[in-house]
């Protein structure tokens, strides 16, 4: 695993989408790996750590992850721009070599059988909570974070660190139509009471 | 009504949350108006348009949410750091004049109720979709998009201008702590297909 990977306690996983990010998502079933683009995922509860992801009934992904029971959520980064689009624009129902036609290079951690996209800044591999309304009525599929992992150079000691970070570290936010956001500058509350 | 705010089309009313900005969610009941600060909230469908929020149980705001089955959900800006800090960190519970001391002013559009909060930039008037499953075990709310605004100084023609717009109308990207990114460069995938 690339040494700038550092593991992330689970009740401050939260931190790592607390700002909104488009994500990847990423699982395995039966030898398929795949790997789509989410914008509409956010934190969910801090103990146990929780997520939610909407995930359309059209994708080769939630299939995977309604036969496995396991995902991985991660943050992409401005290095990631191209990928990022792609894996959210194509499927691997229509293009069977759409992780190498997107570029995206995937790696195991150990006790994990899902896989993780390399490159990213951020990754939390997920156990899928089964509930059946939740999936049908609104693609929402909410996930319990059993592990949690960060790029040293961008996360530390519980904070991202984006304003002392080269900019291709910066997570990206989706708009529409091919339009992303980078994340900016750090905002510091004055007099923080709380 | 300010001249500056335009109405959003419902079906790209996700737009105004697409890149995932903390929020202020606003609610009012007999008399009673509060506004609480959210981070984990999302869009969840374009036709009809929902979203989605996390509310904890002690919140005012969820209360009020339940007793009248409306919410706002607003993108406040970085003019507003030290306010959408404050509504996140106390309660109309222990301060009854919370929204004066945080500097929160209110307004009205026709035909709702709910208050709206002045000098946001975007707003989303949703009628709660009661699921109590969802409320109980997750503290989760999705409510039906019933009508939507934005500043037109920051969002025109269904797309947000913080890289042309001054950077006091960014919206926040909350982590911990005090601590906020304001939305950054706006990126641009080259040569979009899709």
Redesign the interface.
Known sequence: MDPHIIEVPLEKSY?LI?????VLVSAHHNGVDDVMTA???????FTPS?L?V?LDKITATRTLIEESGTFVIQVPC?AQ??MT?FLG?HSLKEMPDKLEQAGAELFRVPGHSVPLVAGCTAWMVCRLIPEP??HQA???F?GEIIGAWADSRVFRN???S?ETSP?EY?S???????????????????D???
Request: with cysteine; net charge positive.
């Open positions: 931190r607390n700002h909104g990010p488009t914008a509409w995922s956010c934190a969910l509860d929780k939610m909407v401005a721009l191209k689009h624009t309304h939740n609104h693609d929402l909410i519980g904070r991202w984006f900019p910066r990206l936010h989706y708009i529409a139509g091919g339009q992303f956001y980078a994340i900016g500058e750090s905002l510091i509350v004055p923080v009471e709380a």
